[in-house]
T-cell receptor, first 112, second 111 residues
């Protein structure tokens, strides 16, 4: 149990599908993050929510849409993805003032 | 943007050997973190360093925050098969700034 739970663990979707990734943290943190992890590349920060407000969007395409309804839950809504979007998507949480980050086990996404 | 150079990219060692890996940057960092990622799982924090020159241990793991604040290293002593995984360094340049991650070191331990 990492304290940060992501569902689903695996997802295969077509380019025209709409799906959502879910993240829940049980650590009492007030900041949540979405990262993309591709093979042989550093972790790429996608979005940051602090105190339920989006504070960072790192030039992520609009086909990725985050949602943070409260400090414990984070979603990533996906639509019309491309095959190059296939990757491991990691959710993390922390206190608003910064690290360390605690990661979930990720969702392995495959876009066909 | 900031970059962390992590080396080596991969290591193949025998069980019982000691391991050393490091991260360097052209920029100063005020916090260094080391994570381990097992196959199919998310990164797990191993050691956090908050002060230049700090040397911190966690079991067989020892990490140091370089005195110049531009580097950090991680040592694993007497490696065992469960040490297999990817080790990431991460740095934070100032309070509130986002973490910069290295590309990872893939460690393989042969029994």
């Amino acid at each position: 149990e990492t304290g940060v739970t992501q569902t689903p663990r695996h997802l295969v979707m077509g380019m025209t599908n709409k799906k959502s990734l879910k993240c829940e943290q049980h650590l009492g943190h007030n900041a949540m993050y979405w990262y993309k992890q591709s093979a042989k590349k550093p972790l790429e920060l996608m979005f940051v929510y602090s105190l339920e407000e989006r504070v960072e969007n790192n030039s992520v395409p609009s086909r990725f849409s985050p949602e943070c309804p409260n400090s414990s839950h984070l979603f990533l809504h996906l639509h019309t993805l491309q095959p190059e979007d296939s990757a491991l998507y990691l959710c993390a949480s922390s206190q608003a003032e910064g690290p360390p980050l605690h990661f979930g086990n990720g969702t392995r996404l495959t876009v066909t | 943007g900031q970059q962390l150079n992590q080396s080596p990219q991969s290591m193949f060692i025998q069980e019982g050997e000691d391991v050393s890996m490091n991260c360097t940057s052209s920029s100063i960092f005020n916090t260094w973190l080391w994570y381990k990622q097992d196959p199919g799982e998310g990164p797990v924090l191993l050691i956090a360093l908050y002060k230049a020159g700090e040397l911190t241990s966690n079991g067989r793991l020892t990490a140091q925050f370089g005195i110049t604040r531009k580097d950090s290293f991680l040592n694993i002593s007497a490696s065992i098969p469960s040490d297999v995984g990817i080790y990431f360094c991460a740095g934070q340049s100032y309070s509130g700034s986002r973490l910069t991650f290295g590309e990872g070191t893939q460690l393989t331990v042969n029994p």
